[in-house]
């Protein structure tokens, strides 16, 4: 099993900037992709930004140039790192493990970012 465990939500002002962390415990091994979803009230969960092992990023495209994904192996660590924060941002931000040999996805119990206008 992988636990993960998310931090770093708040409540910011739009145009602010937050940095959320998940740490990762437990079986880590063989976990191909580590990922950023969201969901807010009322809207499916969504991929705002994944990292493969090998480093490779991909963000969807309502955060590019907004958002990064930055990680810290000796850690176990992935990070979100937001800027300029909009409104629409507010949501319920989960960490993702995915392992692909067993075809698994872990996910963190979630942090709520809010965004005031």
């Known amino acids: 099993q992988v636990q993960l465990v998310e931090s770093g939500g708040g409540l910011v002002q739009a145009g602010g900037s937050l940095r959320l962390s998940c740490v990762a415990s437990?079986?880590?091994?063989?976990?191909?992709?580590m990922a950023w979803y969201r969901q807010a009230p009322g809207k499916q969960r969504e991929l705002v930004a994944s990292?493969?092992?090998?480093?490779?990023?991909n963000y969807a495209d309502s955060v590019k140039g907004r958002f990064t994904i930055p990680e810290d192996k000796a850690k176990n660590t992935v990070y979100l790192e937001m800027n300029s924060l909009k409104p629409e941002d507010t949501a319920v931000y989960y960490c993702?493990?995915?392992?692909?040999?067993?075809?698994?996805?872990?996910w963190g119990p979630g942090t709520q970012v809010t965004v005031s206008s």
């Open positions: 993702n493990a995915y392992k692909s040999w067993y075809g698994k996805d872990y």
């Open positions: 437990g079986s880590i091994f063989r976990i191909n992709t």
């Open positions: 990292i493969g092992s090998g480093g490779t990023t």
